[in-house]
């Protein structure tokens, strides 16, 4: 198997078990094709990562501002979403390495490759933590991730698309937005969903996600922007 030693380069970070590393980028399709491969998916490495992710920013957010909890919360959804990850994964360049199937790296859907991309930097983030510790990972979430905080700032991408589209709702049409789930696919412990967002009946746009709150978040977001608020 590879070393990855040039994605080692890349992310700045050489392990002392690289299987690690391979691991984090195996998504569970790439199993079905290759049933002797001798590594697990990237999943349970993906688990812990989102664990460690989550900690790093929420302490560094509690250190840094003094705004209060809900706002934290926002803020750290703006740096941990699917779609900032994928991009970060993508700047990183772990695209290239991740062990899928035939049939996954043809399906043409942007958004699930998005995710298998987000998956990738959490479990990397993991194997982080598992080969080299805490101190590591914070300074690889440091490096990679909250460095993303400022634009976040400028751009006000950490305000809550579905706070802010109620207002905008209540204020122009005298109605709250409703919410309903059009699809949901996969299996139990990864669902992925499908919501759309409805104003006094009217379908306004749908968003997706692999989680409820997630895709009602997508929604708001895709209404917004259909209605130019």
């Given at each position: 198997?590879?070393?990855?030693k040039e994605l080692q380069k890349k992310i700045k970070i050489k392990f002392k078990k690289p299987d690690f590393l391979k691991t984090a980028l195996v998504h569970r399709s790439y199993l079905n094709e290759h049933k002797s491969f001798p590594l697990e998916q990237n999943e349970r490495l993906e688990f812990l990562g989102d664990a460690v992710l989550e900690l790093v920013t929420t302490q560094y957010l509690y250190l840094n501002f003094p705004n209060p909890e809900g706002e934290l919360t926002n803020l750290r959804a703006a740096l941990v979403n699917s779609k900032m990850l994928s991009d970060i994964a993508?700047?990183?360049g772990l695209g290239p390495f991740i062990k899928m199937s035939k049939g996954e790296k043809q399906d043409s859907n942007l958004k699930a490759r998005n995710y298998i991309l987000a998956n990738a930097?959490?479990?990397?983030i993991g194997a982080i933590y598992l080969d080299q510790g805490y101190e590591a990972a914070q300074t690889f979430i440091g490096k990679n991730i909250l460095t993303k905080l400022p634009h976040i700032l400028e751009?006000?991408?950490f305000l809550d698309p579905k706070s802010k589209f109620q207002e905008k709702a209540q204020e122009l049409y005298n109605a709250t937005p409703i919410y309903k789930?059009?699809?949901?696919?996969?299996p139990d412990h990864k669902k992925f969903f499908r919501i759309g967002v409805y104003i006094n009946s009217g379908l306004v746009a749908e968003g997706e996600g692999t989680s409820k709150q997630e895709a009602q978040m997508a929604a708001a977001r895709n209404a917004l922007e259909v209605k130019g608020w």
């Open positions: 198997m590879e070393d990855y993508k700047e990183l930097l959490e479990a990397v751009n006000n991408l789930v059009l699809s949901e696919s996969g």
